[in-house]
């Protein structure tokens, strides 16, 4: 198991007791009701707008996230023209043309490239 994993399982497990107890506490608390009936009757618009954007930022982070997963996984994406290594076994390809500009790729070294249009630079 990774660190990351790790921690965001941690966090996940401490932001679920915490919620747990703030609902707990609302149940057994009238002065608790009553300050978030009041906060919540003049949010009227703001809740349901803020909830919305809420869910939007979590779907486009995970699908952000499941991107690059799949993109360092070896999987290439659907836009990127790839030649496979002749006489290698492996399942690695090299990239012949600039991923961002369509445009062929110059070699610099035995396992560096660059785009002639962008000056990015590509490792094989």
């Known amino acids: 198991m990774s660190r990351k994993t790790l921690v965001i399982g941690t966090q996940s497990v401490l932001n679920i007791l915490l919620a747990s107890w703030l609902f707990n506490e609302y149940v057994h608390n009238r002065f608790m009701q009553d300050y978030i009936a009041s ?26 996230y499941s991107r690059r997963h799949q993109s360092a996984t070896g999987r290439p994406s659907l836009g990127l023209k790839t030649e496979a290594l002749s006489g ?17 790729l110059k070699t610099i070294s035995e396992n560096r490239f660059q785009c002639r249009k962008c000056r990015r630079y590509f490792k094989k």
């Open 88 to 104: 290698s076994e492996e399942t690695l390809a090299i990239l012949d043309t600039c991923p961002f500009c369509s445009l062929p």
């Open 39 to 64: 906060t919540f009757s003049s949010a009227g618009l703001a809740l349901p707008l803020g909830l919305l954007a809420s869910a939007a930022i979590v779907g486009g982070s995970f699908t952000a």
